[in-house]
């Protein structure tokens, strides 16, 4: 039992000694957050229908898309400069230019209005007949 007492002690105190002086843990905290904030979307004010062209002549039609989402936020949309019309019994397709008014954030309502105007020029030889095409806009938050 002696031995074991001695033994013990001696344990202790390597064990004491051992450790080094002065090692207290040390902490430090963080905030997290996180907001969360309305999805975009994104819908067409009408499709650009640029009606009956005579052959030889150009014209312009006009159309838009209306976005929402968080007021306020900074938004990038990207649309085509231009739009390829193909018709099934052509092989040359019409081509409309785009000019675009883009906003860059959404205003105060969570609102924003794509301006989309179309330029378009037949030529006297293009095949007569209704020529289709689309057009995309994608929006996203900066």
């Keep these: 039992m002696k031995k074991l007492l001695i033994l013990l002690s001696l344990t202790t105190a390597m064990t004491a000694f051992g450790a080094p002086h002065g090692n207290t843990e040390k902490a430090a905290t963080m905030n997290v ?3 969360v904030i309305k999805p975009l979307t994104i819908v067409k004010t009408g499709d650009m229908d640029f009606g009956n062209i005579i052959q030889g ?9 209306t976005i929402t989402g968080e ?3 900074p938004i990038i949309i990207t649309i085509d400069d231009s739009v390829s019309l193909s018709n099934a019994m052509s092989k040359t397709p019409l081509v409309v230019g785009i000019k675009t008014q ?11 209005h794509v301006s989309v105007q179309g330029f378009l020029t ?12 689309t ?8």
Excluded: F
């Design 33 to 35: 957050t996180a907001t």
């Design 135 to 142: 057009l995309t806009a994608r929006v996203q938050y900066q």
């Design 122 to 133: 037949v030529p006297n030889n293009q095949t007569v007949g209704t020529y289709t095409g």
């Design 71 to 73: 007021k306020g936020q």
């Design 102 to 112: 883009l906003p860059n954030s959404l205003d105060k309502d969570g609102n924003a």
């Design 57 to 65: 002549t150009n014209t312009t039609a006009d159309s838009g898309y």
